[in-house]
């Protein structure tokens, strides 16, 4: 069965630093590009960013928002996708998703880990 | 910063048909945008319903329909069920700047 499984969310002050992982299993991660959403308590979807398949040069693009904040990584040997939060502010307080990508495709997504920034 | 809109809310009668729609800030939405739509439910993952416009999951009922209407995306509910009340969200790529970019969402209500 394909899945998605994120974890490392978690209260955390402002100005630090978080992991979140997003566990993957039943297809290869190697094979698709990995994105990263996530959604503030009672609002809309925001894209955070992917990190390109490597047959694609396993790049990462970000939100404006959290461009030179937070980095997307991948262990493909054990499946994993990481999104890396550094200099975490109030407004990144959110549910996050991974999800996968093939073409365009967002088909499948975790059921997300929350994070919340506060002092 | 593109910005991508959507109706902030529709109501529609169950058995009836409603037409969700997704504009992009930037222009025309064409099939190079790639249009996806997801469903959200109240403490639910967002779930796929539609890629490249017009493109149903296995799993996507076929009164969902997806399309391009009058240079935005669209996305058509024909035949509505009470089950169908939930939050839409189109997301659109862009090739330059910033990839993807959801819309702000619609809450359809099924009343």
């Known amino acids: 069965e394909v899945q998605l499984v994120e974890s490392g969310g978690g209260l955390v002050q402002p100005g630090r630093s978080l992991r979140l992982s997003c566990t993957t299993s039943?297809?290869?991660?190697?094979?698709?590009?990995m994105n990263w959403v996530r959604q503030a308590p009672g609002k809309g979807l925001e894209w955070v960013g992917f990190?390109?398949?490597?047959?694609?040069?396993?790049?990462?693009e970000y939100a404006a928002s959290v461009r030179g904040r937070f980095t997307i990584s991948t262990d493909d040997s054990k499946g994993i996708a990481y999104l890396q939060m550094n200099s975490l502010k109030t407004e990144d307080t959110a549910l996050y998703y991974c999800?996968?990508?093939?073409?365009?495709?967002?088909?499948?997504w975790g059921k997300g880990t929350a994070v919340t920034v506060s002092s | 910063q593109t910005v991508v809109t959507q109706e902030p809310s529709l109501t529609v009668s169950p058995g009836g048909t409603v037409t969700l729609t997704c504009a992009s800030s930037?222009?025309?939405?064409?099939?190079?945008?790639?249009p996806n739509w997801f469903q959200q439910k109240p403490g639910q993952a967002p779930r796929p319903l539609i890629y490249?416009?017009?493109n149903r999951h296995s799993w996507t009922p076929a009164r969902f329909s997806g399309s391009l209407l009058g240079g935005k995306a669209a996305l058509t509910l024909s035949g509505v069920q009470p089950e169908d009340e939930a939050d839409y969200y189109c997301?659109?790529?862009?090739?330059?700047?910033?990839?993807?970019?959801f819309g702000g969402g619609t809450k359809l209500t099924v009343l």
């Open positions: 930037s222009g025309a939405v064409t099939s190079g945008s790639y």
């Open positions: 999800s996968r990508d093939l073409q365009w495709n967002m088909d499948v």
């Open positions: 490249s416009t017009n």
């Open positions: 997301l659109l790529y862009y090739d330059s700047g910033q990839p993807w970019v």
């Open positions: 039943g297809f290869n991660l190697g094979d698709y590009t």
């Open positions: 990190i390109r398949k490597k047959l694609h040069g396993g790049t990462p």
